[in-house]
Nanobody, 120 residues
Framework: QVQLVESGGGLVQAGGSLTLSCATS????????MGWFRQAPGKEREFVGA??????RTHYADSTRFTISRDNAKNTVFLRMNSLKPEDTAVYYC???????????????WGQGTQVTVSS
């Protein structure tokens, strides 16, 4: 059974930082690109960034504040978020896909999400 479990969300003040983690099990992690998405209330799920299976390629919606990394030995992907803004408030999801993709429908497996709330 494939599982993706996000953690690290919480309440942070504007300008602060958070690092989200996504621990996976039940899949060959190094065979998958990993993506991060977010969804705010009343809005569609949107692409945050993705990283290739070996970490050699990344793609971001906003590369100035967000950084994705992965540890294939620990089957875990990370999302470092800096200079957070209230508009970053959302549920953040990780997802697995054989290749880099920006559309949610391309991803095979999803986590349950972790809430990030940025106060002004």
């Amino acid at each position: 059974q494939v599982q993706l479990v996000e953690s690290g969300g919480g309440l942070v003040q504007a300008g602060g930082s958070l690092t989200l983690s996504c621990a996976t099990s039940g899949l060959t992690f190094s065979n998958y690109a990993m993506g991060w998405f977010r969804q705010a209330p009343g809005k569609e799920r949107e692409f945050v960034g993705a990283i290739s299976w070996n970490g050699s390629r990344t793609h971001y919606a906003d590369s100035t504040r967000f950084t994705i990394s992965r540890d294939n030995a620990k089957n875990t992907v990370f999302l470092r978020m800096n200079s957070l803004k209230p508009e970053d408030t959302a549920v953040y999801y990780c997802a697995a896909n054989p290749g880099l993709a920006v559309t949610p429908s391309a991803y095979y497996y999803w986590g349950q999400g972790t809430q990030v709330t940025v106060s002004s």
